[in-house]
């Protein structure tokens, strides 16, 4: 999470103490904010950072807040245990944390808000009815849903290796069904071929060794937050098979 998904979880804050705070209850108020991760937990670091930007909010936890925090760890079939953990804690607000967190989330509770951040197109997954309306009880931030990001990075990878009419894409399950066809328009208007490599089971190597049998002269690794947590193993793999990566 870090420094870049504090301002999710300010809007978290806000978006559960409006209620009260216009009736001038804010102040004796206890807020209880859930956090959804798929992978490991925090580093100390990023904890410290967190208790800083909460403070400056306004936020001490365990006086004013109680953070109920869920990982995963890599385990995807633990999210649904971990979601109804969080509805039983009673939480005001779950921080959801990629697709996978948001989607057991949202099956877990119709009526606790959810704020989700890293997504691509929450519209596609199904998770909002539209950008400007979102229905329900999910809401948050997303990145790049036009598929400008994705010709953005197609575009530097290209300027990197000029030569490079054939590229290789790397997705996950999630990023393939958010971010594919997007991906895809944006490598068809900048004139590359680009395969799409689905990894199965974070079996990476084997990924690898698929995208290499079409020879591609770069490889574009797709938004996600597994690829966050594995990121030393597709670099070490990348530079195995010579491929410039993005």
Do not use: C
């Not at 990197?160 to 054939?166: D, E, G, N």
């Amino acid at each position: 999470m870090g420094l870049t998904a504090m301002s999710v979880v300010a809007f978290a804050l806000v978006l559960i103490s409006a209620p009260y705070s216009s009736y001038g209850q804010q102040g004796g108020r206890v807020y209880r904010l859930g956090i959804l991760r798929p992978t490991a937990p925090l580093s100390a670091d990023d904890e410290d950072r967190i208790s800083v930007a909460l403070r400056a909010l306004g936020y001490v936890e365990r006086e004013n807040l109680f953070i109920e925090r869920r990982y995963a760890e890599g385990k995807i079939e633990r999210l649904p245990e971990l979601a109804h953990d969080l509805v039983r804690a009673r939480v005001d607000v779950i921080v959801a944390v990629g697709a996978a967190a948001v989607r057991t989330a949202k099956d877990a509770t119709t009526t606790i808000p959810i704020i989700m951040w890293g997504l691509f197109d929450p519209v596609a997954e199904g998770f909002v009815a539209s950008l400007a309306r979102p229905g329900a009880n999910v809401t948050g931030a997303l990145i790049a849903a036009d598929g400008t990001l994705a010709a953005k990075r197609l575009e530097l990878l290209r300027e990197s290796v000029p030569r490079a009419p054939r590229m290789a894409a790397l997705f996950d399950n999630a990023s393939l069904r958010a971010q594919a066809a997007e991906t895809q328009r944006a490598a068809k208007s900048l004139g590359i071929t680009l395969t799409i490599t689905e990894v199965q089971g974070g079996d990476y190597e084997s990924a690898f060794a698929s995208m290499a049998a079409a020879r591609p002269s770069a490889l574009f690794v797709a938004g996600s937050t597994f690829f966050f947590r594995d990121r030393k193993r597709i670099i070490e793999l990348a530079a195995k098979h010579r491929l410039p990566a993005i």
